[in-house]
């Protein structure tokens, strides 16, 4: 088993039969200490958050596989924090998709202007390159295709594939009286193939979630989530 | 005569006969005393770069109306720096459009990982909102028709409208063996209609021009153009 990558929340093995073990750890990505799913930089380590986030994860991509939803999932094992999954290629050099049902976040520090803070959004999607050094700058459509990152069929695929998986989960959340706000997504295509799947993960670090006005951090969702 | 806005690079009064008078000022966007197309704050004052601007606004602005391109342009008077135009509504509160013909800017700065500085673009467009406090942020086409901005017509039309001026312009500049590396635009709508016109100018100012290897800045492009 070989170490490929350290990333910033996983570290990634390739294992012998061709798939790719992703470990994950306990670091969150934020600043100053607190938790923010935009944020580039791992701002803190926080106990438990490595084992909650892949069984949120395996949780929400059994739910996926059940409703026909492609994603790069095999199976996880909860003690070694481990999730095996298919090789599957990133767009460029990795795009994040965001899909936002609350006007918060980065999305109201730039439209302010425009909306009230918090107010409901349809399912608003938008991609993002990731790029540490530039604060992964915001990209359209039409520069996703000049600069080959992704063709027309394949921002129509990612498009609608967000909002589904963004329904299915903001659903589960309900049934905890849970709100979801904001929700990010990475996609790749799976190995030999011209197949759009979801890769990374789904879990509380890649979301912002509220109950009532109160956020929800990451560790309490799962704990509100799997605890019977 | 009654002045109704001081904008940065020109300032607004209304007519007796309902149209607006702008007046070119000699101010220009930059920093730090350099001169920025893209900038949101006058960094400097060149004389002479109201009459130039003026100039060239008007004689674009007459080749668009051969071309059957509605503007807001009614006539100029150069001796006073001034431009009669008719009353049009701004889209939101201001919206500006880009096309990028080369990859430099902020077009580089955001997207550099992936294209080299200075490769052709086919006339890439993008919007941003006139929003100096948040530095103009860039919105995409679902962003635009959420935040009741602009519905997917009007998308579409500026989108056509932008990419025909421009090719006008950079035909023009061809023939001065000029370069134009990107230019921006403003779009309204004449009032008590719903016909989409170009409104603001079209001048040195609001485009990046290059001959050869060299930056043209806006008074040596009026000079070009205009000296015989």
Redesign the interface.
């Known amino acids: 088993m070989q170490l490929v990558k350290k990333g910033k929340t996983k570290d990634v093995y390739q294992l012998e039969n061709g798939h790719y073990l992703l470990k994950f750890k306990d670091d969150v990505t934020g600043e100053d200490g607190k938790f923010d799913p935009g944020a580039n930089s791992v701002g803190l380590s926080i106990e438990g958050v490595g084992r909650a986030g892949l069984e949120m994860s395996s949780y929400f991509f059994d739910q996926l596989n059940q409703a026909n939803i492609a994603t790069h999932f095999v199976k996880a094992n909860l003690d070694e924090q481990t999730m095996e999954v298919k090789p599957a290629q990133v767009f460029?050099?990795g795009l994040e998709v965001i899909c936002r049902l609350k006007a918060v976040g980065s999305f109201y520090?730039?439209?302010?202007?425009?909306?009230e803070e918090g107010a409901d959004?349809?399912q608003?999607?938008?991609f993002t390159?990731k790029?540490d050094?530039?604060q992964d700058?915001?990209?359209?459509?039409?520069?996703l295709m000049?600069?080959?990152?992704l063709n027309d069929k394949q921002i129509e695929q990612i498009i609608s594939l967000t909002r589904q998986i963004t329904s299915l989960v903001a659903k589960d959340l309900a049934q905890h009286q849970l709100d979801l706000y904001d929700i990010k997504f990475e996609f790749g295509l799976l190995e030999g193939s011209e197949e759009v799947v979801l890769i990374d993960e789904i879990s509380g670090g890649n979301m912002r979630v509220y109950q009532g006005d109160r956020y929800i951090e990451p560790l309490e969702l799962h704990r509100i989530l799997f605890s019977k």
């Open positions: 460029g050099k520090r730039r439209y302010g202007e425009y909306i959004l349809p608003f999607v938008e390159i790029d050094e530039r700058p915001p990209i359209n459509a039409e520069g000049i600069l080959n990152i």
